[in-house]
């Protein structure tokens, strides 16, 4: 062990130190060499095989014959701030069918750079040789895989080995700082506990495919190359699900972390496809770029091709995902029953007050949704349950024509006290509450963020004024938007072309009504090559705080003259925005988040020469009418 190390681990306290200059204790040695021979007793602390003579390594391996080792590690002197002019490896070695687990439960290293590599930082090797010849350790010549620095938001939920070994280089400066380092978790965990189920497809690296059969499990996993560990860079890899003619096919990405933004898809280069067929000229059911978790799929047809590409110089962890081949009369819990347990049909009696629903778009893409005995009042201590699926690129669309619930006298409206209609969408792979709706305010549309949709009413009191409601259903794969033509290459983007007409309307998705959580929709004006593009909103309303970005959890529109441009981003409540393109193309990018809702927008766009231009488009400066 280094000597400076060494002084720094035992006498934490001590006048010598150089920390804090604080007066020696004679308690604090002896409690400090004490935890320290406690920590020597599990752990080697050596010179090891370093970046350079003056760094000192202490190593924690894999041992012992019953189940998996887990410890913990931290900085020198934590949670007092970390020695200067350090520099200290950290070494994970684990048995050769184990990988590393590191998690940090605290996190503070001092950020001098944005780039976190001068001055105080932490440098993550995740490709270190643990068994084959010579020592495991880095050098000058190593390549790390991330760098660190900053408060505990800067610091990645988990850091995991690509192989059996991992190594942190901690390294301080010389200009001071009160920063307290970090403490965390490691864990030596199985490498096959991450295993793809499928069939490697011969002389490829990460392409499978998965078949049904009788013999076989109708279900497993699959993961991205490396996962839990970060994807390599350069990576395109393809995931064929084949079924049999009378089964579809059900995914769920339980964790994808590609990138960490709310950027749209069409500007990342790691992202996820997924088609509704066997080739990727299937119109595209989905595409996931940034971090999500729980997100439901389900095919139309037997077959599903995901395909993952990862361009990016800063790979993410990647993804893990489960499927299931279901037979197509087993697609949900297809048991339509009272809570009693009496099975009533796909209609409910008109004589019941308890009722439970399922509605299928392989039934029927659209429908009446009524409550009991409408028009006539509903039942008192009424309790109704209905689900909606949809497949493929649908989304569950509800209109509300008629709407009259019992409503409990005073004058603040609470609808957890009152007869209420309530609807959940499926966020982060659970059922969470969007609305609830009570009273005789007729409801705004409403549309599913998935093929997920769950309604659910419940009808305490009765009146004779009381009619209930009267709902239209449809499954919808335009997403509400009635103009521009629809492209498969996009879960959701429209193209809108001079040639074709030169003017018109574009709206968010569902609108006049609540355009739908986590969604992304793409609006591509393409004029003459004279020509312009004029956009003027007459109504705006997206949630949000300006400047629109992740971190107030902003839904956004965002406006671009390039197709893979960022642009500028709006949002919050305008009265009327108008924009003008720079030459003959535009792009419209409309995303929404988990959060909030809101009315969405519409706008009338015009393609126009220069030489067709009216004034009123441009802002007078300066003078008076």
Excluded at 8 to 20: A, I, P, Q, V, Y
Excluded at 53 to 64: A, D, E, Q, T, V
Excluded at 197 to 215: K, R
Excluded at 237 to 247: D, G, I, P, S, T
Aim: charged share 20%; with cysteine; glycine share 8%.
């Amino acid at each position: 062990m280094s000597q400076n190390l060494q002084r720094h681990l035992l006498f934490k306290g001590s006048k010598n130190s150089g920390t804090r200059g604080s007066s020696w204790d004679p308690r604090s040695e002896t409690s400090t060499a004490f935890v320290l021979l406690i920590h020597l007793s599990l752990h080697t602390v050596d010179e090891g095989f370093a970046i350079n003579p003056s760094c000192s390594c202490i190593r924690f391996s894999s041992g012992g014959r019953g189940g998996v080792e887990h410890g913990t590690f931290s900085s020198p002197d934590y949670p007092r701030p970390y020695p200067r002019a350090l520099c200290l490896l950290y070494t994970f070695l684990a048995k050769p069918h184990q990988i590393v687990e590191l998690v940090f439960t605290d996190f503070d290293i001092y950020k001098e750079h944005l780039d976190c590599t001068r001055g105080d930082y932490l440098k993550v090797y995740s490709e270190v040789g643990a068994h084959g010849p010579g020592p495991p350790g880095v050098n000058e010549y190593s390549k790390w895989s991330r760098v660190l620095c900053g408060n505990r938001n800067d610091a990645p939920p988990a850091l995991y080995s690509h192989d059996s070994a991992l190594v942190l280089e901690l390294n301080s400066g010389d200009k001071e700082s009160n920063s307290t380092g970090f403490i965390g978790t490691y864990k030596f965990i199985d490498r096959r506990n991450f295993e793809t189920n499928g069939v490697l497809v011969p002389d490829s690296d990460c392409d499978y495919v998965f078949n049904t059969h009788s013999n076989k499990p109708s279900h497993g996993r699959f993961y991205s190359p490396r996962y839990p560990s970060s994807y390599p860079s350069n990576t395109q890899c393809y995931y064929h699900f084949h079924a049999r003619k009378n089964e579809r096919v059900k995914i769920v990405f339980e964790e994808s972390f590609l990138q960490k933004s709310d950027e749209s898809c069409l500007n990342r280069a790691d992202t996820i496809k997924v088609f509704d067929g066997k080739v990727s000229s299937a119109p595209v059911i989905a595409m996931l770029c940034n971090e999500i978790v729980g997100y439901e799929i389900l095919s139309t047809g037997p077959d599903l091709l995901v395909e993952f590409i990862a361009r990016s110089k800063t790979p993410g962890q990647g993804f893990k995902a489960r499927y299931q081949f279901l037979p197509d009369d087993n697609s949900i819990e297809d048991v339509e029953k009272t809570s009693e347990g009496t099975s009533v049909g796909p209609a409910v009696s008109a004589a019941t007050s308890s009722c439970h629903q399922v509605f299928r778009s392989d039934k029927s893409t659209s429908g009446k949704l009524i409550s009991p005995l409408y028009p006539a009042p509903y039942p008192p201590k009424t309790h109704c349950h209905y689900d909606f699926l949809a497949r493929g690129r649908q989304r569950v669309r509800l209109v509300f024509e008629d709407f009259s619930l019992q409503r409990v006298t005073g004058n603040i409206i609470d609808c957890e006290s009152m007869d209420s209609l309530d609807v959940f969408l499926d966020v982060d792979g659970r059922l969470e509450k969007m609305a609830s709706f009570c009273g005789e305010d007729v409801p705004n549309a409403i549309m599913s963020n998935g093929p997920k949709l769950v309604v659910e009413f419940r009808g305490v009191y009765s009146s004779r004024y009381s009619r209930g409601f009267k709902i239209s259903y449809n499954f919808v794969e335009d997403y509400g938007i009635a103009t521009g033509k629809q492209l498969l290459e996009f879960p959701c983007a429209f193209v809108y072309n001079s040639s074709s007409r030169a003017r018109g309307v574009v709206t968010s998705p569902n609108h006049p009504g609540l355009y739908p959580r986590d969604t992304e929709c793409n609006y591509f004006f393409h004029g003459s090559k004279d020509q312009r593009v004029h956009l003027h909103f007459t109504h705006f309303d997206v949630e949000g705080v300006h400047p629109c970005e992740a971190v107030s959890a902003s839904d956004y529109v965002q406006i671009s003259n390039v197709v893979n441009s960022r642009g500028t981003r709006h949002c919050g409540q305008l009265k009327e925005l108008k924009v003008a393109s720079k030459k003959n193309f535009m792009r419209i990018t409309f995303r929404s988040n988990d959060r909030l809702d809101g009315t969405g927008f519409k706008a009338n766009y015009i393609f126009l020469k220069d030489n067709e231009m009216v004034s009123v488009n441009k802002p007078v400066i300066g003078g008076c009418g």
